[in-house]
């Protein structure tokens, strides 16, 4: 079991540039978490997903992020028009049947 | 919705010392509790975790304990070691397969 993928681990965009940041949840998994940690800061909840669906998208800002989890492929993270303030370390998670969530290495994004 | 306050955001240790990190949740259907440990640059790992229908559980030197009329959560560390170092969150849930709500996180100094 190769736990929860995420791709790249690291990304350099520049501002006005789009970042796509990708998660493969574990193998049996259904639902998929992404979250953003901003350097010393705490987890904060961006959307929370299950095939095709989006359940829960509250800690998502409403403009330039999207989130996806289509029925083929991993789950999608997408920020368009990067600004310096997106620079964070993205992680993905990911839960099946049962407690507890299994966490990705996380993508560090770097907007230039 | 919930909200998670965790206490202290920082802490220092002598190693061989305990550690107690504390959390206080506010919704009374959250049912499950899960401790991170991060070290690092690196994703957060479950530790221990906790149900609603128990009050302590206990692996190795590491101890939760949860005082669902109180509202609030504990992790103790005993008998630190240096390679205990890292930030720790808590974090509730309402029920499996849905978001998390993690703590402000504990920055763990172990001084050798």
């Known amino acids: 079991n190769a736990g929860v993928m995420q791709n790249p681990r690291h990304l350099v965009r520049r501002r006005g540039q789009e970042a796509r940041l990708r998660c493969s949840p574990m193998?049996?998994?259904?639902?998929v978490y992404w979250y953003r940690q901003l350097p010393e800061e705490g987890l904060k909840f961006m959307v929370y997903?299950?095939?095709?669906?989006?359940?829960?998208e509250s800690g998502m800002p409403k403009e330039r992020f999207s989130a996806e989890f289509p029925k083929e492929g991993p789950s999608i993270l997408r920020i368009q028009q990067v600004v310096r303030g997106d620079s964070a370390a993205y992680f993905c998670?990911?839960?099946?049947?049962?407690?507890?969530?299994?966490f990705g290495s996380g993508t560090r994004l770097t907007v230039v | 919705g919930e909200n998670v306050e965790q206490h202290p955001s920082t802490l220092s240790v002598q190693e061989g010392d305990s550690a107690v990190i504390k959390c206080t949740y506010s919704?009374?259907?959250?049912?499950?509790f899960p401790w991170y440990k991060q070290e690092l640059g690196k994703r957060p790992q479950l530790i221990i975790d906790?149900?609603?229908?128990?009050g302590e559980k206990k692996d190795q030197r590491i101890a939760v304990t949860l005082n669902k009329t109180a509202k609030h959560f504990s992790l103790h560390i005993t008998e630190t070691q240096p390679e205990d170092s890292a930030v720790y969150f808590c974090?509730?849930?309402?029920?499996?397969?849905?978001?998390?709500?993690f703590g402000t996180g504990t920055s763990l100094t172990v001084i050798p």
């Open positions: 998670a990911s839960s099946g049947p049962g407690y507890g969530y299994t």
């Open positions: 974090a509730a849930s309402p029920t499996t397969g849905n978001q998390f709500y």
């Open positions: 997903l299950q095939k095709e669906n989006i359940i829960d």
């Open positions: 906790i149900r609603s229908n128990v």
């Open positions: 193998k049996g998994h259904s639902h």
């Open positions: 919704d009374s259907a959250s049912n499950y």
